[in-house]
């Protein structure tokens, strides 16, 4: 219990440097840069996060799964592949953005440059989360802490030298500190490298983890992908919408209302490689059951967060870029919180279905919120920002709803779950 608490602490204590870097960046680079450059650099930011969301779902999530099956002798050869698979992934998106740059600047499309700025950030971004992957596969909390201050220390420094010293008020170079603070993070985790424990891939090992990685992974790829365009797509959508500079406004936002699914997240990072090594199918339905009772709580807490942040949300946009872009109000604000509020407990519910490698049912909720979206967000497009908003929040819940759903009839099939609850 000691452990498992141990790791709780770390895993939350990496989470508040992560998010309060990620706040800190967006505050000041919203600030410096000002309405229209933050709105490019933060259609280029989602996008960036689109390539690394959809990376986790081809090489990330699905770890546990793939480890389990493995004998002990063959685990350390698996880490190697692992990492090797997804820097040669990410050296192709890299080399594919490159391409592109030119064919940019050629069509004089605005701020050409966040293009290659963009994949140079993916690539320390992947080889960072690569790395972490496996620090949290084995309960390495304290080391993927120690990371994410190198970042938030990397990207301070970034900060301060792109307003103190360059001056610069071009986004691409404040994506260049986000790829630095990246690769930072990562050459912190692969200076302790001995904690992987590494061996040197074989070509047979390589070609079983792709095809286990891409059995599991492309039901994630599809799944990240879509739960990408229900939360983030938005972001872009908005600036076409609304002009560049709403993007940036709703990029505050989202930094805002995003604390409570992110620490679901980290508390689904330890409790999966926990749940997936269990092999006696009455210890993993009770890892089940506690996690459910967790995500309850949760849910209450990711409620009053949203309550508190309602108050004071509309503020903090006009603090940085006077009146707010788009008319986004205190009801934008109300809307997007109490949607990720219900949003962070289905990450909770997703624990299972990782664990146990069936993602299947996180992709069916996809597509159905997918097709709402679709359906929706057009429909009220004509009635303003908060009509797209509300939209968007009730499509992307569509997907919870399918979850629970799915859950009750788990529950009635299985007499074990209920009693433990």
């Known amino acids: 219990m000691s452990k498992w608490a141990g790791a709780v602490s770390f895993g939350l204590l990496e989470q508040l440097i992560l998010t309060g870097v990620n706040f800190t960046f967006t505050a000041a680079m919203g600030h410096w840069l000002g309405g229209i450059s933050f709105g490019w650099l933060s259609i280029a930011w989602v996008l960036l996060q689109f390539l690394e969301t959809s990376s986790m779902g081809l090489f990330g ?22 990492l090797t698979i997804s820097f040669v992934y990410s050296l192709a998106i890299f080399s594919t953005l490159v391409i592109a740059w030119p064919v940019a600047v050629r069509l004089k499309l605005p701020e050409a440059g966040l293009i290659p700025a963009t994949g140079l950030a993916f690539v320390g971004l992947r080889a960072q989360n690569a790395a972490r992957r496996l620090y949290y596969l084995d309960g390495l909390r304290k080391e993927a802490a120690a990371a994410a201050l190198v970042n938030a220390i990397a990207t301070a420094a970034g900060v301060v030298a792109l307003i103190l010293v360059l001056r610069s008020r071009d986004p691409a170079v404040a994506m260049l500190i986000v790829g630095a603070a990246n690769f930072a993070a990562a050459l912190m985790l692969f200076v302790q490298h001995k904690a992987l424990r590494l061996s040197r891939p074989t070509w047979q090992l390589a070609r079983w983890t792709q095809a286990r990685l891409w059995r599991t992974g492309r039901w994630l790829f599809a799944s990240n992908a879509m739960s990408w365009l229900g939360n983030l797509g938005p972001v872009i959508l908005i600036g076409a919408l609304a002009g560049v500079s709403a993007s940036g406004t709703l990029r505050v936002i989202m930094t805002l209302i995003v604390p409570p699914a992110q620490m679901v997240i980290v508390l689904m990072s330890i409790m999966i490689p926990r749940f997936a090594m269990q092999p006696d199918q009455k210890l993993r339905n009770r890892h089940w059951s506690i996690a459910l009772r967790a995500m309850s709580l949760i849910g209450l807490a990711s409620g009053t967060y949203a309550v508190a942040l309602t108050s004071v949300g509309g503020w903090f946009p006009r603090l940085l870029f006077g009146e707010p872009a788009a008319g986004i109000t205190q009801a934008t604000v109300a ?3 109490f949607g990720y509020a219900v949003e962070s407990i289905r990450y909770g519910c997703n624990v299972v279905f990782l664990a146990r490698g069936e993602p299947k049912i996180i992709a069916v909720g996809q597509v159905f919120a997918l097709i709402s979206a679709m359906v929706l967000i057009p429909s009220v497009a004509h009635l303003g920002f908060n009509a797209i908003i509300f939209a968007g929040t009730l499509s992307n819940n569509v997907n919870t709803l399918v979850v629970f759903i799915y859950f009750y009839f788990v529950f009635k099939r299985n007499k074990q779950i209920k009693d433990e609850l």
């Open 61 to 82: 999530d699905g770890v546990p799964a793939s480890v389990r099956r493995l004998p002990l002798s063959s685990r350390a050869a698996f880490r190697g592949t692992f």
């Open 335 to 337: 809307i997007a919180a």
